[in-house]
């Protein structure tokens, strides 16, 4: 068994907070008239203080703006702008955007080495509850991207999240569906597994997840998905030193970005990362960077991507 642990040194870029969701469980949203879209001369003097040998990944993550908006191109256009800027300056960008359409997804795979949606779950009852004012939650719509992103050879990451009303059964159920798109298409480079975990500004307000259900499905997991996803938790989200090791046992290989804020879970925050290491190599794990593609995905890749990537030591 590996005992290689790998992380995405990162730093996030939020185009906008504004989204037109209203997730009772999101501590990220804010409504349109709160949250100017963030310019490129200010996110280049954002990037150009950030050292491209300790940040990697540019992780472009944003609120959504209407399908229907008259606003929604020039929302597409800043987020294509931002990841070509991260791009020109040495960095690797990756976009969580929401829901996209194929021509939106087909513009931002010329300037994004990967992308990510979260499945979240499958269950159709959530839209009664948790994404009651949530309209790009339909599971239909979600699944719809996975696969286009298979068909437009995007190199993808997405996951579910745990604790927010589903049953194990339901969990089962969506890492079985994303396990059947990815050996359709064999995309998906990634899946976290993201616990719910409570939040000072969201609606909800329920017990977080616990720690057992946690490592029960971890295993349940590796079961069922291919050997090549790998499975990815992010840190933060596990209360314990001990919990995060069994973690580690029981199949996650891979920590996600690390980055100096959480903005979907901003009352949780990454430890340093010589600490994270430190207890890792308590253990016997030895944590080491990536790239926010996988190396089986290189061929996917623009030209210019391309060239970016064999220049970088962690090739």
């Avoid at 929401?98 to 997804?105: R, S, T, W």
């Avoid at 604790?163 to 059964?169: K, M, N, Q, S």
């Avoid at 996650?252 to 959480?262: A, E, N, Q």
Wanted: a neutral charge; hydrophobic letters at 40%; glycine letters at 4%.
């Amino acid at each position: 068994m590996s005992k290689i642990i790998t992380y995405s040194p990162a730093f996030t870029i939020v185009p906008t907070y504004e989204c037109f969701n209203r997730c009772s469980y999101c501590n990220f949203r804010t409504d349109s008239n709160q949250s100017p879209w963030l310019e490129l001369n200010k996110a280049k003097n954002i990037l150009a203080n950030l050292d491209n040998k300790k940040v990697i990944e540019i992780l472009i993550l944003s609120g959504e703006i209407h399908p229907k908006s008259s606003r929604r191109k020039d929302w597409i256009k800043r987020i294509y702008d931002l990841g070509k800027l991260a791009l020109d300056m040495g960095f690797f960008p990756h976009t969580n955007a929401g829901v996209l359409n194929f021509e939106e997804m087909s513009l931002l795979k010329q300037v994004n080495v990967s992308m990510g949606l979260m499945l979240e779950q499958l269950n159709p009852n959530l839209l009664n509850t948790v994404h009651l004012h949530a309209p790009s939650k339909i599971p239909e719509l979600r699944l719809q991207q996975l696969e286009w992103a298979g068909i437009l050879k995007i190199p993808f990451t997405t996951g579910i999240l745990l604790g927010i009303g589903e049953t194990l059964d339901d969990r089962i159920e969506s890492l079985k569906t994303i396990a059947k798109i990815h050996k359709k298409w064999g995309h998906i480079q990634e899946v976290i597994l993201q616990p719910y975990c409570q939040g000072s500004q969201e609606e909800l307000q329920k017990k977080s997840i616990t720690q057992t259900e946690i490592l029960e499905i971890i295993a349940i997991a590796r079961d069922i998905l291919p050997s090549d996803i790998t499975l990815q938790i992010p840190p933060n989200l596990i209360t314990t030193e001990e919990t995060l090791l069994k973690c580690l046992e029981l199949g996650i290989r891979d920590l996600g970005g690390i980055v100096p804020k959480d903005e979907v879970n901003p009352d949780y925050h990454h430890q340093n990362i010589e600490i994270i290491t430190k207890i890792l190599n308590r253990a016997g794990w030895d944590l080491k960077p990536r790239l926010p593609v996988y190396p089986q995905y290189y061929s996917w890749l623009i030209e210019e991507q391309k060239i970016n990537i064999k220049k970088h030591p962690l090739s």
